[in-house]
């Protein structure tokens, strides 16, 4: 999830900034079995466990 949210912002920086953007993009796809749990994997695939997301709507 983390480099999913990663590549989301990049791609709305550079639609915002009118730049060439890909319109098809998405992480791998690691298959995580208990002899392939290689931390550095889990911590680029899982948020942190004391994320919470916030949402605000504002009127304009």
Excluded: N, W
Excluded at 5 to 29: F, K, M, N, W
Excluded at 42 to 60: G, K
């Amino acid at each position: 999830m983390v480099e999913q949210g990663q590549l989301s912002i990049r791609q709305a920086v550079h639609y915002l900034r009118d730049e060439p953007y890909e319109t098809d993009l998405a992480p791998t796809i690691e298959v995580l079995t208990p002899d392939s749990l290689d931390k550095q994997i889990i911590a680029e695939s899982l948020s942190p466990s004391a994320f919470r997301p916030i949402f605000s709507v504002e009127e304009h």
